[in-house]
């Protein structure tokens, strides 16, 4: 075999090194993405859903509903504020948050707070995210908000 | 009538692209036909007829006509002008109109600078992107006419959100939809290559300053976007893996791997296909971003003027233009003869690895973002967030970074590791002395440990291309390079050092109590109403002093909009050199207590910093290229007139 006949295999082999190294690179990245996929995600609950089969203590989750009317109390520390979230089956859960609580967080309307459920069932979040503006609701709350918007219409025309 | 000349502006240009759609089609068969000649000047009318367009909507809303759909709904007669400017990009039909705009501007540009490639292909790029133009005009005329008029005209305007009105926002989309639409030039170039099957260095260097500058626009629009989410929503953070912001970070890990490729297309005329199918995806990944923000199907904290209707139009255009493109590029790639070879150890194969690294990230990126879409099908509601993307991103992070310190000291097309044995080793060194460092200082996370060691060896890293030579003779685009690298590395930093020294602090008090952050002494003095040109607000004057210093006051505000009505949370920073003190004011918590939010984040501004120079070595990248490229055609034409002059 000639000199640049052997160049010429090296240069194929090294191209092949080359393809199975970005192989590797990618099937890897899609495995450690299936396998984290699984792992890191916050599952979304509603309230009764979280009273029926309730995550796991300490397990990051989302909990989204209603902030039930009058239930909203700062706490004797003045940061930490307690209130309840619920939902169209009058299902409840106990949140609390340390923070300042976001611009659009009004009783009667919709929350998704992040966070985690407590030994004591108390739901503690991390974060709370309100409805942006007017135009936006969270996605998880859409069929909430449809829901009480329906309710109230029922009742304004029973009057 | 304004709003009337700006809708026919529209049409007009969207029948000069069916024209340059069609001249761009016959020129395949003859580049001399009387059609295939009236592409350039069309495309040139089309960007030109767009820009007008874009015009007539800044000047309805700069006079606040309120006989317009558009203006009524989301622009106030109160607002300050550089707001009422804003509100025309600030929502949907707005920003598309911005978008097609971008998109017919850089198509007329093509047509009017664009010479060196091929009449053919530059014909077959220009109807690639009129093509592509052509799916946003209907978009636009059929379901989102920004021109629309009301059947009468509104008493007063509803105003544009709140959040929307700030300085930093009002620059934010126009510079990611530079960034974003820039890249459909890389996909008609990519599209118009495979038409003729001219995948050469000369197509790589005609495509290269456009990747650029959509990639500086980008860059630019990511550092502001973050820097805006940073001190507008009052969190304290400055990426949240949100969709929205996903999506605008997909199209930029693209646009670098695709840079970088060109690179070696251009210098070496090596991956060749692999630089097309970058084109083609970078682009994609704009549409997808666009599909994702705007038909409101993911959840996000800033999906804003979301619509179902308006997805699906976006999602079959989607599929349409990259299905098409990916097909055509299936039929085609077989056929572009393969480029030339390199070995592993070369700039070429560090740039190879460069790719590969991001492209696992863009896949890995695209996977969480479109993950929740995927379990929704099965009634199961997820959110992904930084416990998936920081960790699983890291993991190609890193090597790429350490790749980064020493791919540009390797040669080009074969080179050995002993050649650039002590660069190696110093890089090496200085990532665990600090790693070392780190570690025993305190424990913080892994990740931020690993992030500050490779900033630091990457920062010494970036600079040692330029080592040994005359600083004076250094091409720009080197230096380009250097400065962008460099960048990387500092932002980096800023990165970690906000992940591991940030301190936090959460108090309710009363006037004329004090709290500590940090380093920081934070009084609160005094607690007052105040009223802007259309909002009121409760303000808090906070004295902060840093380590015992002279106190500076701070005025964090929670402010109430009335048009529309709307609280929103105005955060203050106090910036020094070493980091910023982020203050936000809360509630009453009752008792005449005020709640305080309070961080010290050790050189977060290092984060943006980083961006900027990233975007600066971007711009020195593309001024040192276009430079050589003039004086490489004014040799070319000069030899040219020589010939002709010898030969008469």
């Known amino acids: 075999m000639t000199g640049s006949g052997q160049t010429g295999l090296k240069a194929k082999h090294q191209r092949l090194v080359l393809v199975v190294i970005a192989l590797v690179a990618i099937i890897g990245a899609g495995l450690l993405a299936a396998y984290a996929l699984r792992n890191e995600v916050n599952y979304f609950y509603l309230p009764n859903q979280m009273a029926a089969n309730p995550p796991e203590v300490g397990q990051a ?43 659009l967080f009004v009783e009667g309307s919709g929350v998704v707070a992040d966070g985690r459920l407590g030994a004591d069932g108390v739901f503690v979040a991390d974060e709370l995210l309100a409805k942006h503006d007017e135009n936006y609701v969270p996605r998880e709350l859409q069929e909430l908000e449809q829901h009480k918007a329906a309710e109230t219409l029922a009742a304004t025309e029973s009057y | 009538m304004a709003a009337e000349l700006g809708l026919a502006a529209l049409w007009l240009a969207a029948a000069l692209s069916v024209l340059q759609l069609i001249g761009g089609a016959l020129a395949q068969r003859d580049t001399n036909s009387d059609l295939a000649k009236l592409v350039r000047p069309a495309a040139v009318m089309q960007g030109l007829l767009a820009g007008f367009a874009f015009l007539v909507l800044l000047y309805l809303f700069a006079v606040t006509d309120l006989s317009v759909k558009l203006v009524a709904a989301n622009s106030h007669s109160d607002k300050p002008m550089i707001f009422k400017l804003a509100g025309a990009w600030g929502n949907h039909e707005g920003s598309m109109l911005l978008w097609i705009t971008v998109m017919a501007l850089a198509g007329g540009l093509i047509g009017f600078v ?52 700030d300085i930093g926002l009002a620059f934010h989309p126009p510079t990611l939809y530079f960034g974003y639409v820039g890249l459909s030039v890389a996909f008609s170039f990519a599209v118009g290559a495979l038409l003729t099957r001219q995948v050469n ?115 079959g255009l989607l599929i349409l233009y990259i299905g098409g493109a990916l097909l055509l590029f299936g039929l085609r790639a077989s056929s572009i003869s393969e480029g030339d070879r390199f070995s592993v150890t070369s700039r070429e194969g560090a740039l190879v690895f460069n790719n590969v690294m991001l492209s696992a990230i863009l896949g890995i990126v695209l996977l969480g973002t479109l993950y929740p879409l995927l379990t929704e099908a099965f009634d199961v509601r997820v959110s992904v967030g930084p416990p998936y993307f920081n960790p699983v991103g890291a993991v190609f992070t890193i090597p790429m970074l350490m790749v980064m310190a020493v791919g540009p000291l390797l040669r080009w097309r074969q080179d050995s590791f002993t050649r650039v044995k002590w660069p190696i080793i110093i890089s090496a060194v200085v990532m665990v002395a600090v790693l070392a460092l780190v570690v025993i200082l305190g424990s913080y996370s892994i990740l931020a440990d690993l992030g500050l060691a490779v900033a630091v060896a990457l920062g010494i890293g970036s600079f040692m291309p330029l080592r040994g030579r005359n600083l004076l003779r250094v091409p720009i685009a080197t230096w380009g390079m250097v400065v962008a690298h460099f960048g990387i590395a500092v932002a980096l930093f800023g990165m970690a050092s906000e992940s591991a020294f940030s301190e936090e602090k959460l108090a309710a008090i009363s006037v004329g109590e004090s709290t500590q952050v940090g380093p920081w002494q934070v009084t609160l003095d005094a607690v007052e109403p105040v009223a802007g040109p259309n909002w009121t607000a409760i303000q808090a004057n906070l004295g902060a002093s840093y380590d015992g210093g002279t106190s500076i006051e701070l005025t964090p505000q929670s402010r ?89």
Do not use: C
């Open chain 2, 201 to 315: 260095p000369d197509f790589a260097r005609a495509m290269r300053p456009w990747v650029l500058g959509a990639w500086i626009f980008l860059t630019l629009g990511i550092t502001a976007g973050s820097y805006w989410a940073y001190y507008e929503l009052g969190w304290g953070g400055w990426w949240f893996w949100d969709p929205v912001e996903n999506a605008s970070l997909m199209p930029w890990l693209a646009a670098t791997a695709l840079l970088h490729s060109v690179s070696v297309l251009a210098a070496r005329d090596a991956l060749r296909t692999w630089t097309i199918m970058l084109g083609v995806v970078a682009f994609s990944m704009s549409m997808l971003g666009t599909f994702l923000v705007r038909s409101g199907i993911l959840t996000s904290v800033h999906a804003f003027a979301a619509d179902p209707e308006r997805g699906t139009f976006i999602l």
């Open chain 2, 560 to 648: 109430n909009f009335w048009a529309p009505p709307q609280e929103t949370t105005e955060s203050v920073l106090a910036t020094r050199w070493n980091g910023q003190l982020y203050a936000v004011v809360g509630n009453e918590a009752g008792d005449g207590r005020w709640q305080l939010r309070l961080w010290w984040k050790p050189f977060v501004t290092l984060i943006w910093y980083g961006g900027i120079l990233v975007a600066l070595g971007g711009l020195l990248a593309l001024i040192g290229r276009v430079k050589t490229d003039l004086k490489r055609r004014y040799v070319v034409k000069r030899a040219g007139d020589r010939r002709a002059e010898a030969a008469s």
């Open chain 1, 61 to 103: 989750v989302r909990l989204g509903g209603m902030v039930q009317e009058g239930s909203l109390e700062t706490l004797q520390d003045g940061i930490t504020v307690a209130f309840v979230v619920t939902d169209q089956e009058n299902a409840v859960v106990n949140v609390r948050y340390s923070g300042i609580l976001p611009d």
């Open chain 2, 114 to 165: 664009e010479r060196r490639l091929p009449e053919q292909t530059m014909q077959a790029t220009l109807a690639a992107q009129a093509f592509v133009g052509l799916g946003f005009y209907a978009f636009l005329l059929l379901s989102s006419n920004p021109f629309e008029r009301l059947p009468e005209p509104a008493m007063e305007g509803m105003g544009l959100n709140p959040l929307l009105q």
